[in-house]
């Protein structure tokens, strides 16, 4: 698979609405950059499905995607993520700021 192809999968998934499609696309996504080693794009997708981390007014990050809680994408994505030592620091970084919302 390359990453063209998995990126088109997801947009598929979106166009059709398919939350389940959407969530099986993302974890072998998120599995892809975590073999190839891609850093820089696995800390895009988990700041994208972080969201802020402090209210603001200009704020329009949707919490949800075809119904599915960003958050919760993120944890499975974690999960993925810390199978892998060589990222142990971007998995550490992420679940700390996933507990400390969990705390307010």
Not at 43 to 55: A, F, N, Q
Request: charged fraction near 25%; glycine fraction near 4%; hydrophobic fraction near 40%.
């Amino acid at each position: 698979m390359t990453l063209a192809y998995l990126e088109n999968q997801l947009a598929s998934a979106l166009t059709l609405k398919s939350s389940q499609e959407y969530r099986h696309w993302l974890l072998i996504y998120a599995r892809f950059l975590v073999n190839e080693g891609s850093e820089h794009r696995l800390r895009e997708l988990c700041k994208d499905l972080l969201g802020p981390v402090h209210k603001s007014a200009g704020s329009i990050w949707e919490a949800n995607i075809l119904g599915l809680r960003k958050r919760d994408l993120l944890r499975e994505v974690l999960h993925v993520i810390g199978q892998n030592l060589r990222f142990q620091r971007v998995f550490t970084e992420y679940q700390d700021q996933l507990e400390l919302l969990r705390t307010k």
